[in-house]
């Protein structure tokens, strides 16, 4: 008991004063005061529930998806079919929801087939395929999206569309959002402290799918599109122009997109793209040069330049009537990725920051009040070892906030109940460390045999609950979200620092005392 190395007191305070400076920034922010800049920052993050912020529900449209993979599909058949060569097919339809076309004749089907089955593929873990393909009328194929399959795809939708989100809203700057999925179709976003839940709704409204198309010049007739063509319109609302249906280049071969100004001092969004599709976009103005071609974002035309000369390098810029801002927010959302469905903000709600200080002002008055009341009784009822308690419960407090500065961890309301919590069981595990005592000192122990079995047999109890506390934590994090998630974080902070100093610290400051004084007896 009594050997205590040096190397090991050295360690544990070095331990425990690198955890107490690191809450200092954090205490110094919340007490109104202003840590200097020239000194390391950690600090804890406070939650949506204490620092406000907004929170958005958003849904997104399923029916999109399916018509996306209807168009994707019509692709990627005719890519196939024209690889194969060996079919001759026409009269390509994707009326009603499915793919349908026809072949020149009977003995054609089952090349066609060949073709066809490789571009299905397994829906998730159903074991279905997720398209399901027949031949009608001997000629006609007829692809039919199955149940499964577009179940799949909206799943895998809503995978990419969740971390797009996280992608532009870690964009804006701010700390420890939540963007977690909700249902099938849904994502909550809870953003604490943004000062500008406008611009986080325009920016998470915007699909920023990009994409460069060239311009039908024989127009169209009636305000009827050519077949092959689609009539999109401009984003100021003026008018209408048809475009190549297929074909073109899209958005997702971006690598960067910043922005910046034209020669006419005009707000532009610079664009980069990656080898493949710097290649793709120096053919398509190389092969049509004197063409106009369109930009399209989102369903609508920014503007259609005439190409002049091929553009080399596989860089360009969008222009488009940008602020600085919307420009900035376009660069964003393109370099975040487009979404690959429509999110629509179905709900909002805007939390404002009284609710959290108040939450926080009542808690420290609970917090001051409890600590005070338990410090009393352990002084009262344990004296020394009563103060020795006392101070662990302090410095674990301080534990908890350092290493949550350090991993740069957000504190909630349940994070706070989880504090609290952590706090009593530091306590309780000195009063069973110095029940123990007591015990052996009744039993007619010596002092320093009495104090050794105290710490030797509460410890192993301690221990023991706080296992199953750590298990509780672990699978409340890996399985919970948003406060759930704060509430296990701070939990299983608090159950490794509240063991540290009220088994380890305490300890070494009962050991030193016993060695330097040799008490004869205990007044515990």
Not at 2 to 22: E, G, H, I, N, S
Not at 34 to 48: D, V
Not at 292 to 319: H, R, T
Request: overall charge neutral; charged content about 20%; proline content about 4%.
């Amino acid at each position: 008991m009594l050997d205590f190395p040096r190397w090991k007191q050295l360690w544990y305070w070095a331990l425990t004063l690198l955890c107490v400076a690191a809450a200092v920034p954090s205490i110094v922010s919340w007490a109104g005061g202003n840590w200097p800049s020239s000194l390391p920052n950690p600090k804890i993050n406070l939650g949506l529930d204490l620092a406000g912020g907004s929170h958005l529900l958003l849904e997104a449209n399923a029916d999109q998806v399916v018509s996306q993979r209807l168009e994707g599909k019509e692709e990627e058949v005719r890519a196939a079919l024209k690889k194969a060569g060996n079919v001759h097919y026409g009269d390509i339809s994707t009326k009603g929801g499915v793919l349908s076309f026809m072949v020149a004749s009977a003995a054609e089907v089952d090349a066609a087939r060949e073709v066809l089955v490789p571009l299905t593929n397994g829906a998730g873990l159903s074991g279905k395929r997720d398209w399901d393909i027949q031949v009608v009328d001997t000629t006609r194929f007829v692809l039919t999206p199955t149940k499964e399959g577009i179940a799949d795809a909206i799943d895998k939708a809503m995978e990419t569309a969740t971390e797009v989100v996280r992608k532009r809203i870690d964009a804006m700057g701010t700390r420890e959002p939540t963007i977690i999925r909700q249902g099938a179709d849904r994502i909550v976003v809870q953003v604490p402290g943004l000062s500008d839940p406008a611009a986080l709704k325009a920016l998470l409204g915007q699909t920023a799918k990009l994409e460069f198309k060239l311009v039908d010049q024989n127009g169209m007739a009636g305000g009827v599109a050519a077949p092959g063509d689609e009539i999109v319109p401009f984003a100021n609302g003026q008018g209408a122009i048809a475009v190549k249906r297929l074909g073109g280049i899209k958005g997702d071969r971006l690598t960067n997109a910043t922005q910046s100004f034209s020669q006419h001092n005009e707000a532009v969004v610079s664009i980069t793209f990656d080898n493949q599709g710097g290649e793709q976009f120096a053919r398509l103005t190389s092969q049509n040069v004197g063409k106009p071609f369109a930009i399209i974002l989102d369903g609508k035309v920014l503007s259609a330049p005439n190409i002049n000369e091929p553009i080399m390098g596989g860089s360009a810029q969008i222009s488009g009537s940008f602020t600085v801002e919307s420009a900035n927010q376009l660069a964003i959302a393109l370099r975040s990725g487009a979404l690959p469905v429509d999110l629509k903000v179905v709900e909002e709600r805007t939390v404002g920051p009284d609710l959290g200080a108040d939450s926080i002002h009542k808690g420290m008055i609970a917090m001051v009040v409890g600590t005070a009341l338990v410090v009393i009784f352990m002084a009262v009822t344990y004296g020394r070892f009563g103060i020795y308690a006392n101070l662990a419960v302090i410095i674990n407090v301080l534990m908890i906030l350092g290493i949550m500065a350090v991993f740069n961890t957000t504190l909630t309301l349940p994070g706070i109940a989880g504090f609290v919590l952590t706090i009593g069981a530091a306590v309780d595990a000195n009063v069973l460390i110095n029940e123990r005592i007591r015990e052996e000192r009744r039993r007619g122990r010596k002092v320093v045999q009495s104090v050794e079995l105290g710490y030797k047999e509460a410890s192993r109890t301690i221990f023991d609950a706080n296992i199953t506390h750590i298990i509780a934590a672990v699978l409340m994090f890996e399985f919970g979200s948003g406060p759930i998630k704060g509430f296990a974080v701070v939990l299983m902070i608090g159950i490794a620092t509240s063991v540290f100093t009220a088994v380890f610290l305490t300890r070494m400051w009962v050991a030193g005392w016993l060695r330097r004084k040799r008490p004869s007896d205990l007044l515990i």
